[in-house]
């Protein structure tokens, strides 16, 4: 009985020492990975140049650029984002923090030309959300300036 009851415990060892082998290599990958992933998210992504929205995000709802738009362009240069977003011009300045990358508009000018009514609602909503601090992410086709519920889908 004694031999078997220390096989038992000998078993029992062997069973929580694997455990915690795989429970360190789990732990030791996890951290390389975060590792990783820090090293890629203090690489400063390049913001500057010119980008079409190509779709916006609300708490989940999608909201595209009307049909009927001429343009929905922005370009990003040093401390200023001009653009187009239906038939108006605007611009605004903007600063840029790097760690974490975050870009922050200011209040900005736009000009005030009337065009159809569709149109015109999105700019105005357009306007109103492009202000702010957004966080800059890297996305597969471009950039995503987020904040709040909101997610500018930017594409070259």
């Given at each position: 009985m004694k031999t078997q009851a220390k096989q038992i415990v000998k078993h029992i060892s062997c069973?929580?020492?694997?455990?915690?082998?795989?429970s360190t290599t789990s732990i030791a990958r996890d951290s390389y990975k975060l590792h990783e992933e820090s090293k890629i998210s203090r690489t400063p992504i390049?913001?500057?140049?010119?980008?079409?929205?190509?779709?916006?995000?609300?708490?989940?709802?999608?909201?595209?650029?009307?049909?009927?738009?001429?343009?929905?362009?922005?370009?990003i240069s040093n401390n200023q984002i001009t653009g187009v977003v239906g038939c108006n011009s605007f611009m605004s300045p903007y600063t840029m923090n790097t760690n974490p990358q975050q870009l922050t508009i200011k209040d900005g000018a736009s000009t005030k030309k009337m065009c159809i009514p569709e149109v015109m609602q999105f700019e105005n909503a357009f306007l109103r959300i492009f202000t702010g601090n957004f966080m800059v992410e890297k996305s597969f086709e471009g950039i995503n300036l987020v904040r709040d519920g909101i997610i500018i889908h930017l594409t070259k």
């Amino acid at each position: 009985m004694k031999t078997q009851a220390k096989q038992i415990v000998k078993h029992i060892s062997c069973y929580i020492v694997s455990i915690c082998l795989l429970s360190t290599t789990s732990i030791a990958r996890d951290s390389y990975k975060l590792h990783e992933e820090s090293k890629i998210s203090r690489t400063p992504i390049n913001i500057l140049g010119n980008w079409r929205i190509s779709i916006i995000e609300i708490d989940g709802a999608f909201v595209r650029v009307p049909a009927q738009a001429e343009r929905a362009d922005i370009q990003i240069s040093n401390n200023q984002i001009t653009g187009v977003v239906g038939c108006n011009s605007f611009m605004s300045p903007y600063t840029m923090n790097t760690n974490p990358q975050q870009l922050t508009i200011k209040d900005g000018a736009s000009t005030k030309k009337m065009c159809i009514p569709e149109v015109m609602q999105f700019e105005n909503a357009f306007l109103r959300i492009f202000t702010g601090n957004f966080m800059v992410e890297k996305s597969f086709e471009g950039i995503n300036l987020v904040r709040d519920g909101i997610i500018i889908h930017l594409t070259k």
